[in-house]
């Protein structure tokens, strides 16, 4: 009974990352930071789509979520990752808009990569963060709300307070920047992770 309780008290505490999926979601975007989250104990990692039924990725991976939007209480949110995907590029997903800003403006961490950094711009959520995306040219046309071109840096993935923003040809510094902002891991461990995953490097 006593270890019972302990788990229990334990699971409570956990923080929860919750990924947002969707038809044609890109689905290496997010390949190399999930499977670290989901074995670590320090956080809950929660799949969620608009209705909660199968989604299809762009590489053809059928996936049941967690949950659906619907039953997604934001106080429960504590870290959110958008994966890209060319429904972005169509505005769509714009039902997860009053989620998104209800995190962006308690302070929540958001973590958007490739088509769904486009999404936060077009919320304004980069006007006033250093941020990237896949260039420049593309995020003002897609976004034609976007105005924070004097933020945007052309690196691979970029950390600016409480947001992650990534390129689509950087999955592997997107999950590092995850990890950061995280604390999943320590400093060295993360450079361990990182050179070993893009460099085939090992070092004890």
């Given at each position: ?51 909660g039924n199968v989604i299809t990725s762009m590489g053809g991976l059928q996936v049941k979520p967690t949950t659906s939007l619907n039953n ?133």
């Amino acid at each position: 009974m006593k270890s019972s309780a302990n788990n229990e008290t334990f699971s409570k505490v956990k923080k929860e990352i919750y990924v947002f999926l969707f038809d044609g979601y890109s689905d290496w975007e997010i390949s190399f930071l999930t499977p670290e989250i989901n074995r670590s104990e320090k956080f809950g990692l929660v799949y969620f789509s608009k209705n909660g039924n199968v989604i299809t990725s762009m590489g053809g991976l059928q996936v049941k979520p967690t949950t659906s939007l619907n039953n997604i209480k934001a106080e429960e949110v504590d870290f959110l990752i958008l994966p890209g995907g060319t429904t972005w590029d169509k505005g769509e997903n714009k039902e997860i808009e009053h989620l998104t800003l209800e995190l962006f403006e308690t302070g929540k961490s958001i973590a958007a990569i490739c088509a769904a950094t486009s999404f936060l711009g077009q919320l304004g959520i980069l006007n006033n963060l250093k941020h990237t995306s896949n260039d420049l040219g593309y995020l003002k046309a897609i976004a034609t709300n976007y105005c924070g071109d004097q933020n945007y840096l052309n690196s691979l993935a970029v950390t600016d307070k409480n947001i992650i923003t990534a390129k689509g040809i950087a999955p592997i510094e997107f999950a590092r920047e995850v990890f950061r902002k995280t604390e999943l891991k320590s400093d060295d461990e993360i450079e361990k992770w990182f050179q070993l995953f893009k460099n085939g490097i090992w070092s004890e």
